[in-house]
């Protein structure tokens, strides 16, 4: 196994009501993945498993080949950011983010703190207390705590959650600076896309505690694992292959012939007014509803009962509520879902 490198071997954990797993893993040296999942799906019971705070119920974690499912949570060197980020309120700003370099028994810890404290814009709320601080700023305290004891692996837990476009960004550009080559890898849970695709170098999707699917942003974005997937990916039309299947027209036909074994997905984008050339898809419907973005007019639309999206240039002007209207796609923008998913245990499937 390469040096650095964590694996997850069939991992088992539940709670009451709940079964996660099994789950099948090899995190690289610096690699960063992401964990994504609708609500319920098993993401923290995943990082908590990990982290060691939850009790397994088969499989096992190893460190380099050595199994670490029954060492302590402490001794085993992760980084671990919960939701509630967990700040000690009787402690100082500067007394939280040192305290894991106490713990470890290091008495000379100005430098290294400072340092936190600087990269994560903290040196001035150093004296503060956790109640004194937005919760972007307790956000940055956590994180910059987690890095205290040079973890060799991060396991963060919705890390840029609640904060604004420009702080959101900014700490995006901090966690880029300290994964890579030369850090920690980084097992990330997030609901937000603008996140995952700027930090994952791969998406883990749980679907009801298992593997949906497993492999690059790019993948993802070409076959998303099912109608999550699809959403979390940026397509407004998702189609799911029972509703195809019960649609006697010729443009659903041809649909189906272009899905996944969940249906297929599009962008509102891809769909344009009039009738397709060779290789297009075309669809007769009505208006239902027309509002306008800063990226353009969107128009609702509905063919034989099913909605549809489409977004129009904002030059365009918006169709008539109620009126006819047809539209076309190329087969080439039609994204199978579940064509190249996987599940159960991953451990292999590296890119």
């Avoid at 974005?221 to 940026?234: I, Q, V, Y």
Wanted: proline share 8%.
């Amino acid at each position: 196994m390469t040096p650095g490198t964590l694996r997850l071997e069939g991992l088992v954990g539940s709670h009451p009501g709940f079964r996660l797993g099994p789950i099948g893993l090899d995190l690289a040296p610096g690699e960063v993945v992401t964990v994504l999942g609708p609500s319920g799906s098993g993401k923290t019971t995943l990082l908590r498993a990990v982290a060691g705070l939850d009790h397994l119920l088969d499989g096992e974690a190893l460190w380099e080949g050595q199994a670490i499912t029954r060492t302590q949570p402490e001794d085993r060197r992760m980084g671990y950011v919960p939701q509630g980020l967990a700040l000690f309120p009787h402690r100082t700003v500067e007394q939280n983010v040192a305290f894991p370099l106490l713990l470890d028994g290091e008495r000379r810890t100005g430098a290294a703190v400072r340092d936190l404290l600087d990269r994560f814009g903290l040196l001035p709320l150093s004296h503060r207390y956790p109640r004194e601080l937005s919760y972007g700023q307790r956000q940055r305290v956590a994180m910059a705590r987690a890095l205290a004891s040079r973890p060799r692996v991060l396991l963060w837990d919705e890390p840029l959650s609640a904060l604004d476009v420009v702080a959101r960004d900014d700490l995006i550009e901090v966690l880029r600076e300290v994964t890579g080559p030369s850090g920690p890898s980084l097992l990330l849970v997030t609901h937000d896309p603008s996140v995952a695709y700027s930090l994952a170098d791969r998406f883990l999707v749980l679907s009801s505690g298992t593997v949906s699917f497993l492999g690059t942003p790019g993948d993802f974005l070409r076959s998303p694992p099912d109608a999550f997937g699809a959403r979390f990916a940026g397509y407004e039309n998702v189609w799911e292959r029972a509703v195809l299947l019960g649609e006697p027209t010729a443009w659903s036909r041809t649909l189906l012939e272009h899905s996944g074994p969940w249906g297929l997905a599009f962008s509102a984008s891809s769909l344009k007014v009039g009738a397709g050339e060779r290789k297009e898809v075309e669809i007769a419907c009505s208006v239902r509803r027309v509002h306008w973005t800063p990226e353009g007019v969107v128009v609702g639309l509905q063919a034989h009962g099913h909605h549809l999206v489409l977004r129009m240039p904002p030059k365009e002007g918006p169709p008539a509520i109620g009126s006819p209207l047809t539209v076309s796609i190329s087969t080439s923008d039609l994204h199978p879902m579940g064509a190249e998913s996987s599940g159960g245990d991953l451990a292999s499937n590296r890119p």
